[in-house]
């Protein structure tokens, strides 16, 4: 078969840019394939989707995977086996977006087995390939026969100095106050994720309506490509039909609305609600089968759970919308109850406990040295990151039984939420590695904001100075077209039954980081605006509650906490600091019982010195002090004598050696140097000159020793007594002034 003539087309980003897409050359095997070149960056997405779904598959198995190659930047992974391993955390957080943009629009019922791909292939220094994987995605869907509501794409909106940038490469993106990435189709925006530096509520609304605008022109340009690519594109593969079984849809409703309503409006707990609702499900059944007999039980007994969940979804949707009464009896805008505890953990380094409901997050911190900083390896970058955040949920937390598989890509993208939150506060001049741990060990909505909370307090409980409190909310919205009920703080169920839910992370100046799912189509950013300041409203009200625990910061760490001091040194003691090999800083450990760092920075040494004990830190710091010491002229300092000369004596000082003349001893001659000084006498001297080309001090210590008094006879036949020096010109101009007046 020969060269595929692929289809192409392009578009323009708002900085002049060209984005190339096309199609047909790459990968025609799959059911959809893409590439999108911006410069050198090229990325390549592919699709494929099972003819026919599995038997009984009860949920949606898409599976979206993006990687970056190391080929791409022209790097050998630098793990053990050489290749491309697992997703890293960061390709996770990108596929996570990805998967959110495009799963809401693949028709309701469409349980095929489907899988994306999304893969760097070239880069190029200082781009961020990142915001176009979604735009890639999208256009293998677009260009596919799998039926999908697309197009969307994704783009990144930082603003700088005021001004929005779409999709800014990673040195203007590191300048932005405000950076987030909004994905969207022609009409609706449908998904918001990113940070800022406590922004306003319209500060954010208005960068995602200049997002939404550059994306519009992204889904027209696949829209024309897909033209060109003709039947394949645009005719969709043909939906299995579902029947609707009317009669067991009636038997549902008739047996079990009352039923449901009882437990909605009772405001229960989750465990009761749960039991509730399960009982009136094992009611339905044995009505079912003693109502119509086991050959219709049989036959159709499997559709009775999604009917029961399809009613039980309508009628509390209703319900909130009708009255404004929520499952567990709270306003719209009600925070659940909530407490906190600090210093829970006493081996810790900071702990605290963030109740709030059912939610409860255990949070730990521990300070680390420089060496404890996580490398970060991705094909466009290593670097060490020295704030880290890890959040953990296990199955028990929700009554469950799971296997222990390690952190899921949900415990990832809850992780990074979180962890970007607190980032915004945290001080630029802290010597510590820093970790913390969020332990859910209850859960019923939002347990990522609970971990925002624990954190901020675990910080303060641990001394880290962090200006003030951060905290979070996870909010939830449900509309039938007309109403529109904004629900403050949502249960588990009420994120399952909404039509948007979000999260906003913020302190009492602004917002700090969000996270928004947007599942409701022509959403207006009035309403948007509205329900971002009603979360305002309920981020403050927990900002409060965290205040009544701790306010500010602890003014020291914790007693058993390691302690950093920081040191500042000129870059040419590096080597004598670090010693061949490495020799000297292990020996000052080993003598000090510490732990040393040192890097250069900005043409400076800096030095890392950690221990618990402080007279340990302080004895390193003086050993340092005395390699990297330099002496200044004028300055005076105790010397050893090492060695004597005819012409005069070396001597130690401070770490130095220098030459102490013969001329410089005393006031008086030295006939021989040894009747003043043998090896080992201690002097003080001080430092007279050092020398511009060998950088050989001078030393003195007549210049410390009183001038001796010297007596003459005046003109009137009576001694007098002077000093060499100063003493000795005020005499000479005293005599010159007496031979002038007498001349």
Do not use: W
């Given at each position: 078969m020969g060269k595929q003539i692929p289809f192409s087309t392009s578009f323009h980003l708002p900085d002049g840019r060209e984005v190339f897409l096309e199609t047909g050359k790459l990968a025609t095997q799959a059911h959809g394939s893409a590439v999108v070149r911006v410069g050198k960056t090229m990325l390549i997405a592919t699709v494929v989707s099972n003819k026919e779904a599995k038997e009984g598959q009860p949920w949606f198995p898409l599976s979206v995977d993006y990687q970056e190659k190391y080929a791409s930047v022209g790097r050998i992974p630098g793990n053990f086996f050489r290749r491309e391993a697992r997703l890293s955390d960061y390709e996770i957080l990108i596929s996570r977006l990805v998967d959110r943009a495009v799963r809401p629009l693949f028709p309701e019922g469409y349980m095929n087995d489907t899988q994306i791909i999304i893969n760097l292939i070239s880069s190029e220094d200082n781009a961020n390939p990142d915001a176009l994987a979604a735009l890639a995605a999208s256009t293998a869907l677009s260009v596919s026969d799998i039926p999908w509501a697309g197009p969307i794409s994704e783009v990144r909106v930082a603003r700088v100095d005021g001004e929005f940038v779409i999709n800014p490469n990673r040195d203007v993106q590191q300048n932005a106050d405000l950076d987030i990435i909004v994905a969207a189709t022609m009409d609706n925006v449908m998904m918001v994720e990113g940070e800022a530096k406590e922004v306003s509520e319209q500060d954010l609304v208005a960068a995602i309506k200049v997002g939404h605008e550059a994306i519009k022109t992204q889904c027209k340009a696949q829209l024309d490509l897909a033209a060109q690519v003709g039947e394949k594109a645009t005719v969709k593969r043909p939906l299995p039909e579902v029947e609707v079984n009317a009669e067991l849809q009636n038997f549902v409703a008739q047996h079990a609305s009352e039923k449901i309503m009882k437990v909605a409006e009772g405001a229960l707990d989750k465990i009761t609600r749960k039991e509730g609702f399960e009982e009136i499900k094992a009611q339905l059944e044995e009505q079912l089968l003693e109502s119509k007999g086991e050959e219709f039980f049989e036959e159709n007994g499997p559709l009775l759970g999604e009917y029961f969940e399809k009613l039980k979804k309508e009628l509390i949707r209703k319900m909130v919308l009708d009255s404004g009464k929520r499952l567990d009896g709270r306003r719209l805008d009600e925070v659940r109850p909530i407490w906190t505890e600090i210093d829970y953990l006493p081996s810790a380094h900071g702990s605290a406990i963030f109740n709030r409901g059912e939610t409860q997050s255990?949070?730990?911190?521990?300070?680390?040295?420089?060496?404890?900083?996580?490398?970060?390896?991705?094909?466009?970058?290593?670097?060490?990151?020295?704030?880290?955040?890890?959040?953990?949920?296990?199955?028990?937390?929700?009554?469950?039984?799971?296997?222990?598989?390690?952190?899921?890509?949900?415990?990832?993208?809850?992780?990074?939420?979180?962890?970007?939150?607190?980032?915004?506060?945290?001080?630029?001049?802290?010597?510590?590695?820093?970790?913390?741990?969020?332990?859910?060990?209850?859960?019923?909505?939002?347990?990522?904001?609970?971990?925002?909370?624990?954190?901020?307090?675990?910080?303060?409980?641990?001394?880290?100075?962090?200006?003030?409190?951060?905290?979070?909310?996870?909010?939830g919205m449900i509309s039938d077209g007309e109403r529109i009920a904004i629900l403050t703080d949502i249960l588990g169920d009420e994120d399952a039954?909404?039509?948007?839910?979000?999260?906003?992370?913020?302190?009492?100046?602004?917002?700090?980081?969000?996270?928004?799912?947007?599942?409701?189509?022509?959403?207006?950013?009035?309403?948007?605006?509205?329900?971002?300041?009603?979360?305002?409203?309920?981020?403050?009200?927990?900002?409060?509650?965290?205040?009544?625990?701790?306010?500010?910061?602890?003014?020291?760490?914790?007693?058993h906490a390691p302690r950093v001091l920081e040191m500042i040194i000129d870059k040419s003691f590096i080597g004598a600091v670090i010693g061949p090999g490495g020799k000297i800083i292990q020996d000052i450990q080993e003598k000090t019982n510490t732990i040393i760092s040192i890097e250069e920075v900005d043409d400076k040494g800096v030095v890392n010195i950690s221990s618990s004990d402080k007279e340990s830190i302080e004895k390193a710091r003086g050993i340092i002090d005395s390699i990297t010491f330099t002496p200044s002229v004028g300055d005076v300092y105790d010397a050893v004598v090492k060695t004597v000369m005819p012409y005069g004596v070396f001597v130690d000082f401070k770490n130095k050696s220098g030459l102490l003349?013969?001329?410089?001893?005393?006031?008086?001659?030295?006939?021989?140097?040894?009747?003043?000084?043998?090896?080992?006498?201690?002097?003080?001297?001080?430092?007279?000159?050092?020398?511009?080309?060998?950088?050989?001090?001078?030393?003195?210590?007549?210049?410390?020793?009183?001038?001796?008094?010297?007596?003459?006879?005046?003109?009137?036949?009576?001694?007098?007594?002077?000093?060499?020096?100063?003493d000795r010109r005020h005499r000479d101009g005293d005599d010159r002034r007496h031979h002038k007046k007498h001349s």
């Open positions: 255990l949070t730990s911190l521990t300070l680390g040295t420089k060496k404890d900083e996580a490398l970060i390896d991705t094909a466009l970058d290593i670097s060490y990151e020295d704030f880290i955040l890890h959040y953990n949920f296990p199955a028990f937390s929700v009554g469950e039984v799971k296997p222990m598989r390690g952190p899921g890509r949900r415990e990832v993208g809850h992780a990074n939420l979180a962890g970007r939150s607190l980032r915004q506060v945290m001080p630029t001049d802290l010597p510590y590695t820093i970790r913390l741990v969020s332990d859910i060990l209850e859960s019923n909505g939002s347990s990522s904001m609970a971990t925002v909370c624990a954190g901020s307090l675990a910080l303060m409980d641990g001394g880290i100075q962090i200006p003030y409190h951060v905290s979070g909310i996870a909010m039954l909404g039509d948007m839910d979000f999260k906003v992370t913020g302190t009492q100046k602004g917002i700090v980081g969000c996270q928004m799912d947007i599942k409701i189509d022509g959403l207006p950013y009035e309403q948007l605006e509205k329900a971002l300041l009603q979360a305002k409203e309920g981020r403050i009200h927990i900002l409060n509650e965290m205040n009544k625990t701790i306010e500010q910061p602890r003014p020291d760490l914790k007693p003349h013969v001329s410089e001893i005393s006031h008086s001659r030295i006939e021989k140097v040894e009747d003043v000084f043998k090896e080992g006498d201690e002097v003080k001297v001080k430092l007279i000159g050092i020398d511009p080309k060998s950088g050989k001090f001078r030393l003195s210590r007549k210049a410390l020793i009183p001038k001796p008094e010297r007596h003459h006879k005046d003109r009137d036949g009576n001694e007098r007594g002077h000093r060499d020096g100063n």
